[in-house]
């Protein structure tokens, strides 16, 4: 009977390292005509792991998500999802972008748009099944915002659109999720209704990546973090990750990094004559 318990437990572990990974980078470097946004990047995710990817204003977080969902060709190097390239895996990415990026003008609903999550499933032509709409309505329900399904999106406010946006990525029942600063503009309660969110998917087998310029939520959400600054400055644990020699390379200023009840914090010092304060950081 123990050899045979001990069979079993070996096959679970032969099992668990066949597993593909989530997210395999290897030496991905994109160009826009001459100018360079990403330089040589490597790094592994495994399933149901969160990534948070921290960096600069123009540092190459946009331009690293819009790899890994395919939007941008690699000038070298690939990326693949689940053990095959990432173009061949479209339907298994759900993407969230900026708030900045997105024509709230066009005269569409909400329900119209979180449908929209279910192109990359069905097509762009094809009309959406009853499955496809189940899918769309489950997720505007998952993020409270069904009530607002018949609204135009042009009339919601910044918190709103947000959980549109993210309604149309869960749309496509995601097995890697990637998020492009979810937590901007958002205020304490909605962020840690976010977190909540993220944690959920992550239970449910979910990959989640997303970029950020809060600190703390990497800190507390994240079990990986990529420090980016066109080059990968750091990649691993928070803990380990987030010192101040890492983030003043990233950052390219000096910080202050203070660690409070789990979370990281840091302050950028103020260089004006006869000012000795530290003022937080927004990056």
């Excluded at 600069?56 to 395919?70: A, F, H, R, T, Y």
């Excluded at 329900?111 to 769309?136: E, N, W």
């Excluded at 503009?185 to 909605?190: E, M, P, R, V, Y």
């Excluded at 600054?229 to 203070?258: C, M, R, S, W, Y």
Aim: with cysteine; charged share 25%; hydrophobic share 40%.
């Amino acid at each position: 009977m123990a050899l045979q318990t001990e069979n079993i437990d070996q096959d679970k572990t032969e099992s668990t390292l066949e597993q593909p990974l989530a997210l395999d980078v290897r030496g991905l470097s994109v160009r826009y005509q001459s100018v360079s946004a990403l330089e040589d990047i490597t790094f592994q995710l495994s399933a149901q792991e969160t990534l948070g990817i921290i960096g600069p204003n123009g540092g190459g977080k946009s331009s690293l998500m819009k790899s890994i969902l395919g939007l941008v060709k690699p000038w070298q190097g690939s990326v693949q999802v689940l053990g095959q390239p990432n173009t061949d895996q479209r339907k298994l990415i759900g993407y969230m972008p900026q708030i900045e990026d997105v024509e709230w003008n066009f005269p569409v609903t909400v329900a119209d748009v979180a449908l929209m999550g279910r192109y990359a499933r069905r097509g762009l032509f094809r009309r959406p099944s009853r499955a496809d709409r189940a899918a769309a309505e489950a997720s505007l329900q998952r993020l409270g915002i069904y009530d607002l399904r018949h609204r135009l999106i042009g009339e919601l406010s910044g918190g709103q659109r947000r959980r549109v946006l993210l309604a149309r990525a869960l749309a496509n029942q995601p097995s890697l999720l990637l998020m492009d600063e979810p937590m901007a503009g958002l205020d304490a309660k909605a962020q840690h209704q976010l977190l909540d969110i993220i944690d959920e998917l992550r239970d449910e087998g979910t990959t989640v990546v997303l970029s950020t310029h809060d600190l703390s939520c990497v800190s507390t959400c994240a079990a990986k973090v990529a420090c980016l600054n066109q080059k990968l400055i750091a990649f691993g644990d928070p803990a380990e990750v987030l010192t101040e020699d890492v983030l003043n390379q990233t950052f390219g200023t000096h910080l202050l990094l203070v660690h409070q009840d789990g979370q990281a914090y840091a302050y950028r010092h103020h260089t004006h004559a006869g000012d000795s304060e530290a003022k937080p950081e927004s990056e």
